[in-house]
């Protein structure tokens, strides 16, 4: 039987392995917070001292990490899975990484004789509860097709797309859409209310007219509940930032995409890392001397 490693509990990671444990599969789990295991401890996981563990133990590991540099610590460091992979055959990273990041680990688990799937997902705490993520996946097709019953514990929506990077590339085409976005969408409302006009008015018209389309994330994005732990904006920051990292290097022009990346940056500066990420508001408010008004609920029309 194939045992199955998890690194990487929190927000989203969490409710990755619990789906795995709920589907009977045994699973090892590492953290560095050990609080963050206690749950999967609870439910028969077994709770490794180190990603050295991992490494020895398992043959399939999933990592649910940060970013890039804890990706690359526990991959390529002394302590971590490559250099330790006396049973290692797969590694699934659900994480967002940068492309080039990607690629080049897949060539270094490539030449250990393993293999490396860039699997990052989408759908975010809620869906990573219901089992119900978007997974996005770059990297052997063969190695995908083994794991795929595994990636089905928790992704309702999986798509194969090809080569190394190609996983991570859609998860920040997607990222970078949504997130720059909502800044926009802030802007536009922001403006508004400098000029005096009702928010609330404002979203009636638009949800009408041609900017209608874009309104669907316009009541969360400008809810001013920045504290409902669905995204964090220090996340969301090195998503974008990340973003931009990789059309560099593909050689892609992203001018609206850098310009939101400051506002993030600013946010971040303001010490709103902690806050959801439509904290960007507060940014836009300060350089506008307004704060904007919550949206109120639409009054019923009279008959």
């Known amino acids: 039987m194939s045992k199955i490693g998890f690194i990487g509990t929190g927000t989203i990671g969490a409710p990755m392995a619990l789906k795995i444990i709920e ?100 759908g975010g705490k809620v869906a990573a509860e219901a089992g119900t993520l978007a997974v996005m996946v770059g990297g052997d097709e063969t190695a995908f097709n083994a794991v795929r019953p595994l990636i089905e514990c928790f992704g309702e929506n999986i798509f194969y797309l090809g080569e190394a990077g190609a996983g991570t590339l859609a998860k920040l085409v997607n990222n970078q859409i949504f997130l720059c976005a909502s800044v926009l969408i802030q802007e536009g409302f922001v403006m508004g209310a400098k000029a005096g006009m009702d928010p609330t008015t404002l979203m009636d018209v638009l949800k ?42 593909l050689g892609a022009a992203m001018p609206m995409t850098e310009a939101a990346h400051g506002v993030y940056q600013q946010a971040l500066d303001k010490e709103l890392g902690s806050a959801d990420f439509f904290a960007t508001v507060k940014v836009l408010e300060a350089a506008a001397g307004v704060e904007l008004p919550a949206l109120q609920k639409p009054k019923a029309r009279s008959t």
């Open 208 to 249: 009408v007219s041609s900017a209608g389309p874009f309104m669907a994330r316009a009541p969360l994005v400008l809810s001013r509940k920045f504290d409902l732990d669905i995204f964090a904006l220090s996340i969301a920051a090195k998503d974008v930032g990340l973003a931009v990292e990789s059309a560099h290097t």
């Open 23 to 122: 589907n009977k599969h045994p699973l090892t789990v590492f953290d560095l917070n050990t609080e963050a295991t206690r749950p999967h401890a609870e439910q028969g996981a077994t709770v490794a001292q180190s990603v050295a563990e991992i490494a020895r133990s398992c043959d399939t590991v999933f990592l649910s990490l940060p970013g890039p540099a804890q990706i690359e610590t526990v991959l390529e460091g002394e302590q971590g899975l490559l250099a330790h992979a006396d049973a290692l055959k797969t590694v699934i990273d659900l994480s967002t990484n940068s492309v080039a990041l990607n690629r080049h680990l897949a060539v270094r688990a490539a030449n250990s004789d393993i293999a490396y799937l860039d699997a990052p997902v989408s």
